[in-house]
């Protein structure tokens, strides 16, 4: 099929459109309860109905007259949730279980495929079984997979769930496009469009001169580099230009450091570069919301690059 139509559950600023857009893919419409997310949504899909709201208030059978039949039904539930942090809150729980609105969805619509991505940390979700039990009754063939952006043309390391389902067919391995992994550097302002400040101040924090320090021991004073905030990794708190992105999350978390005869100055990574490290196109328009609102969409979205292969294969 060469142009499916499809519907986009908790769509946010519009990665998985944007993605299956790129695809061949029709977009009826995009849900999400953040109206900000939908106000970028409509800036970038604007033929696109984005219809806004609690998933679970709206009445499907509804909705399915007033749109028609899809092929494929896009879904990414609430993740932050899944975190093991996050503990069994019962709004957490509740959160979670926002998943189950795919299979109401999923129950009138009755696409052909479905694709739902989410964090890793997904299947450790008790009722995760559970879930994934209630599409199979609807007579759907099923598959899990682990995929890195970083292995499809998206200059992030980024590793997220997709489940795949297929009506007619087990669904095939995804596999990567075969390209090298895309250096962050590739992103990257690093003239004076953006404002820096010195890097060694009585002001600045320990841990980031802790942080910096480690990448100077390491690459000498010469070369440009990242520090990293929130990090779990224990990989010093930065990283080289040269490799990609670690994964972009809803915090402000990297910021660049360069050499200058003045010495290391540094910034925080803006939001149109990091729209770039998720792979959208410099013509997508984040203009909506604050800064950290604009930090919240694109670390809460899927890197389109990675959803147009999802979808170009499943659909083929």
């Known amino acids: 099929m060469h142009n499916p139509k499809l519907i986009d559950l ?21 849900f999400d309860l953040w109206d900000t997310a939908g106000n970028v949504y409509k800036d970038n899909l604007g033929k696109t109905k984005f219809i806004p709201g609690r998933l679970e208030d709206h009445d499907v059978a509804q909705l399915y007259r007033k749109l028609g039949p899809v092929d494929l039904l896009l879904a990414s539930p609430e993740c932050t949730n899944h975190s093991p942090a996050k503990g069994n809150l019962p709004r957490c729980e509740r959160s979670r279980e926002t998943a189950f609105q795919v299979t109401r969805f999923a129950k009138v619509f009755d696409p052909q495929w479905i694709i739902i991505e989410n964090v890793i940390g997904m299947i450790r979700w008790p009722r995760y079984q559970e879930f994934i039990r209630s599409l199979l ?22 590793r997220r769930l997709f489940l795949l389902f297929n009506r007619e067919k087990s669904p095939h391995e995804i596999k990567p496009n075969g390209k ?9 302002r690093r003239d004076d469009a953006y404002q820096y400040s010195p890097l060694r101040t009585t002001r600045r924090a320990k841990a980031t001169i802790e942080r910096a320090d480690r990448a100077i021991n390491v690459l000498g004073d010469k070369q440009d580099f990242l520090i990293v905030y929130y990090g779990s990794d224990k990989a010093g708190g930065w990283q080289g230009i040269d490799k990609p992105l670690r994964t972009i999350t809803t915090l402000d978390r990297f910021a660049l450091v360069r050499t200058s005869p003045q010495g290391h100055r540094m ?8 729209k770039l490290a998720m792979s959208w196109p410099e013509s997508f328009r984040i203009q909506h919301g604050t800064r950290r609102d604009r ?22």
């Open 267 to 274: 910034r925080m990574l803006q939001p149109e570069e990091l």
């Open 137 to 158: 009754e609807l007579g759907y063939y099923f598959r899990e997979e682990r995929l890195n952006a970083a292995d499809f043309g998206v200059a992030q390391s980024r």
């Open 10 to 30: 908790f769509c946010g600023a519009g990665g998985s459109s944007w993605g299956a857009y790129s695809a061949g893919a029709e977009i009826v419409a995009g």
């Open 295 to 316: 930090i919240r969409m694109i670390g809460n979205a899927v890197c389109p690059k990675v959803m147009q292969s999802v979808v170009s294969q499943l659909v083929s």
């Open 180 to 188: 090298q992994h895309i250096p962050a550097s590739s992103f990257l």
